[in-house]
Structure formats: structure tokens, C-alpha cells
């Protein structure tokens, strides 16, 4: 997605970003300087982590909601819950495993990085062994991590992205933070398999296993070439100066026929057919696209930012538009989303008679939750509208919590990077859920949260009744403490929050909390992956 910039011209814009990572850098723990990349060791926390509440509420009391309202399981997609980033192919952003009930939970980290190594999608094998791509100034690093001790199990490296060396030679690390690019988005299959673009335009489908010796490798077992298809003239080390274009893979994602979709972030939209290796592409003239997007039996979701799509693709297997509905995009981009649009992954939810689809807007004043009927003879019909936040405060850029007729949203008006919230800041925050009317007639607010939750990618527990989010409030002595905030989903009530680490390091940046099947929840943060379990029975 595009960021619209105010203010100072190009030169005025590098100062910024070269104060801001220079604050970044002084509040960063002097540990960071003197251990090496390599050494697997916890996250070092900033001062200050003593003098904040380690642990705030009770253990709260699991009580599972039915499982009937989950999702349809995607044929060609791991099962939900640990399938990518938002945990199913309806981007549901919702588990059936129970996270921690808050029992004396206890913290773990994994440092992946000098600086850098955020985790982002993270994803489980059926053995329960964790999948994920964490990024570095290096290049992305394809991850098997042990679900325990975090220890990497095996690894697979992925070029540089061309924003990476744009930002480290043009001094604009923006470049880096409003890229999704490069498979932060990936999706794990149904055979165990990682799928991925990276930054060089190809698809690769990868496997991994155990050699003879007992060691983990990953394998490359697919490469489809995208390059004919997509400029490519991007930076790179031996390219400074690209005269061409270059249009990066954001996110690929299957259809349930099998075939591999994938969208570039200038609006380009295409399919691989796995067996032939055929491509077809089509293109959305004007349009970009940041977000992932959403498959289900009747056909492909997807948001620009200009409009909300339904796609299906045709006998070729050329993508086909099946209705197309704009929205408000507002006047300009907001601090807490990448672009001048939508900043949501498209969240499918409801049943077979009520099918809907969800978003939300950029409008100027307050932002509005869109629900949509997904298709029939109704498709794309706009069932509710609803707006969220306080006026002048409000948007998002992370996708919705589905449920049943439920959506959940949070609040990250406020939030751009890692250097937004130093030194004791925090966001105006807020939660809402809203529920559709059960006759699709339109929609209600149910509650709404005060927690502040800057950048994350939420998630709920059917199994518990619990959401789950990454929460930072204001600190008059500059102390930036983050805590796992568990959130009740029928009251909005806040059951406990349990400290994670203190300073930018301990920033998740946009990365998920991701549930596993052990009931841990681990969060991706700009330094690496914490986990957080319960280390005594659940009442």
C-alpha cells in the first residue's frame, strides 16, 4: 500500500527517518551491541522493567464457544488455526486451541536478530513444530523452530527485499515498515508445505524433513518464475538506480480448486495452476494492493484500495470479477495505516444462508465497519455500516475477528513503527465488537473495550472464550512496557495482562499473536518471537 506524506520535502524526510532510527538505537539495551547475531538468546529488556506490573487481574475461567460457527476447513490449507497469519483461509483470525487462561503465565523469548528478526505469520506442522519467516537487514529467514525452547530446528534463506537497500541507502526506513512484501505473508498446505513469494517475483513451495542424522533442512520443491509476468526492475546492491518498474508479491493464497492466487502490491492479480505450471493474470488499472486476502468455497476476497472484490477464476483459470463495491477511502492516509484505504484483510464469516464478507473504510471523520453479503442472488449487497472510535481518531490496519455473526476491531489510529510509542507513549486504543442481526438486517455494537492495542493482529480462542491482544499504555516516566492482554469476548471485560519485556525490542510492529496447539501464545516482535504459557493447571 501507498502512504500518503505530508510535511517536509525529500531531504527533510531522511533527517526524520535517520533521527528516528538514531532514537531507536539509544534506547535499545547495550546488550544488543555486544552479543553476536548468531547466539540463541532471550530478548534483552530496556530499563525499567522491574519498576511496572509484572502481572495484573486473575486467571480467568475457560468457556468454549461453539465450535459450530468456526469456519469451513479449506481443502488445500493446513487446519485452521495453523494454517498463516490469520489462522485460516476465511482469515478469521481466530484458534481452536485454548491460550493461557493467565495461571501464573510464564514468558520465554527467542532473539532472531542484532536488531530486526521479527516473526511474523507464524504457522504449526502436525508434529506442533512452528513454521515462520522472520525478517532481518540480511534478508528474510524461513524458520523451524522447536514450539518449547524456540531453538531453530532448521532454516532457509531468502534474498534481501528491494526496500531493505532503498531504505539502508537512501536513509528511509519507511521503506521497510510499510512493505509486506517478500513472504511475510505465506501460507502453510495441507501436505505440510510452506508457500511463499519472495522478493525476487518467484513462488516457491517448500518442504522440510529430518535427515539420517537427525538433523531438520527445508527443501525447495517448486519455483514458479513470476518475472514474465511482473516488472521487476527492482533495487538491489548491483541495481542502485532502476530506470524500469518493480511491482512486489505481497501474498499468495490458494483457491479451493487448488490453484495458487497471488496479488502484487501495484494491483496485479494471478493464478498458478501447481500441476501444469500455466499462469494467468489480470490487472486492477490504478489500484494497489498491501493486504492478504480471503478464499472460500464460493470464490476469492479481496480489498484494494480503492474497492472490495469477489473473484473466481474461469476455466483458463484467469481471475474473473465477480462484483466489485467501493468504499470510502477518505482524503489522505492516516498514523496507523500503510496507505489511503482499507487497511483490513477481507474476513469471511456467517453460513450457508447468511454469507458475509467484512472490511473496514478510511473515511475521514470515523472509520466504519462494513459487513457485505458475500454472494447469492444478494452478493454484494451492503448490510451494515457501522462506525468505530472517536472522530478524528480512527483506523485500522489489521484485519477483523469473525466469529459466528461476530466482528471484532481494534484501534491503531496513532501507530506507524517501531519508533512511534518510545519512551512512555501509547495510542488513543479501543475495542468493539458488533454483531450482525441474525435476520441479516443489520448490525449492533455489543461492547466496547478501552484497551490500547497499537499494531496487533488479535486473535480469539474458541476453545476458551478469550481474545487475545498486545496492549501498551502510557507511562509518565517513559517506561514502554508491553503486556499480553486477554480480553473476555462475550463481555469486553480485560481478565489479565501479563508483562511480555520492556522497550522497542519488545514492540510487535504489526505481527501477530498467533495460538498454538498447546495452548502457548506467542507474539512476533521486532527482535524475534516471545511466547507465553500457563505453567500451572487451568481452573
Partial sequence: MRHRLFGPGRSGLRARAATAVAALVLTLPAAVALAPAARAAPIPPAPGHRLVPQYEGAPATAAPLPADQAPPQHPYLAPNGRAGMHGDGASSDTHPFPGPLGAEPAVSSERMAALGGECATVTFDSGGRILTVCG???????????????????????????????????????????????????????????????????????????????????????????????????????????????????????????????????????????????????????EEIQNSFSAAEDGISLVSDHALYSLRADSSGTPRIQWRRTYDRGTGGKPGSINQGSGTTPTLLGDAAHPYV?????????????????????????????????????????????????????????????????????????????????????????????????????????????????TKDPHRLGIDAWYLTAVDFRTGQTRFKRLTGTGPLYDNNWAPITLGPDGTAYIGVFNGLVAVRDTRPRP
Fill in 358 to 470: 467484512a472490511i473496514t473504510d478510511n473515511a475521514d471523520d470515523r472509520m466504519n465497519v462494513l459487513v457485505l453479503r458475500r454472494s447469492g442472488p444478494d452478493a454484494g449487497r451492503l448490510v451494515c455500516k457501522v462506525p468505530v472510535f472517536t472522530a478524528g481518531a480512527s483506523t485500522t490496519d489489521n484485519s477483523l475477528i469473525g466469529y459466528g455473526r461476530s466482528l471484532v476491531v481494534e484501534n491503531n489510529y496513532g501507530y506507524e513503527n517501531v519508533t512511534s510509542l518510545l519512551l512512555g507513549k501509547s495510542v488513543v486504543g479501543g475495542i468493539t465488537r458488533i454483531d450482525i442481526r441474525p435476520d441479516g438486517s443489520g448490525c449492533d455494537t455489543v461492547w466496547e473495550s478501552r484497551e490500547r492495542s497499537p499494531s496487533t493482529v488479535a486473535k480469539l480462542s474458541t476453545a476458551n472464550g478469550l481474545l487475545y491482544y498486545y
Fill in 136 to 286: 532481518t537487514f540480511q534478508g528474510f529467514r524461513l524458520k523451524l523452530l522447536d514450539p518449547k525452547s524456540l531453538d531453530t530446528l532448521a532454516e532457509y534463506r531468502l534474498p534481501q527485499r528491494p526496500s531493505t537497500v532503498e531504505a539502508l541507502t537512501r536513509l528511509d526506513f519507511s521503506k521497510i515498515f510499510k512493505d509486506t512484501s517478500g513472504g511475510a505473508y505465506f501460507y502453510l498446505d495441507d501436505k505440510d508445505r510452506v508457500v511463499l513469494a519472495d522478493s525476487r517475483q518467484h513462488v516457491l513451495r517448500l518442504s522440510h524433513g529430518r535427515s539420517a542424522d537427525g538433523r531438520w533442512h527445508f527443501a525447495v520443491d517448486r519455483d514458479w518464475d513470476l518475472t514474465p509476468y511482473v516488472p521487476h526492475d527492482c533495487v538491489g546492491w548491483s541495481n542502485l538506480h532502476p530506470r524500469g518498474q518493480c511491482d512486489p508479491v505481497t501474498s499468495v493464497q490458494p483457491d479451493w480448486d487448488g490453484r495458487i492466487w497471488w496479488v502484487t502490491r501495484k494491483g496485479r492479480i494471478g493464478t498458478i495452476a501447481p500441476d501444469s505450471g500455466a499462469i494467468r493474470t489480470v490487472r486492477l488499472p490504478g
